[in-house]
């Protein structure tokens, strides 16, 4: 009987790991708000580079934040297509958002933000205006 009940458990937890990747990666994507178009303008427009994979849940979590056409204006680097790259800048945890070159000894210190961050707080980080919609 006990081992029933712990092959039901295991085979809850997979439904509820496979409806969850769906709901991940099959939500269908967003439109931009005016606001995310903006704030994503000014982010790219101080150097702002997130750094995610596609199979990061937190990533699709920010690119559905900013929508379709505001995410697009961001740049992005693909961690597991561009190892060398994210590897070379200490990139470990997805979502990194950097502002700034960090390979540069200009003296100007890039602004780094490891995680999930939301259009709110990455606004408030880079000083670019963000109003909620």
Do not use: D
């Not at 303008?41 to 920010?62: I, T």
């Not at 690119?63 to 060398?84: D, M, N, Q, S, T």
């Amino acid at each position: 009987m006990r081992a029933y009940s712990l092959l039901l458990i295991g085979i809850l937890l997979v439904v509820i790991a496979i409806l969850g990747a769906i709901y991940v990666f099959f939500t269908p994507p967003t439109h931009s708000t005016p606001e995310a178009q903006t704030l994503a303008a000014c982010l790219a427009g101080k150097g702002a580079v997130m750094y995610g994979a596609a199979w990061c849940p937190h990533c699709q979590n920010e690119k559905h934040a900013f929508g379709v056409e505001a995410f697009a204006l961001i740049p992005y680097v693909e961690c597991p297509v561009e190892r060398a790259r994210c590897v070379s800048i200490g990139i470990h945890l997805f979502p990194t958002w950097i502002f700034g070159n960090p390979s540069t000894n200009s003296g100007q210190v890039a602004i780094r933000l490891e995680g999930e961050q939301g259009l709110a707080k990455l606004a408030a980080q880079s000083g670019c205006p963000y109003l909620t919609p």
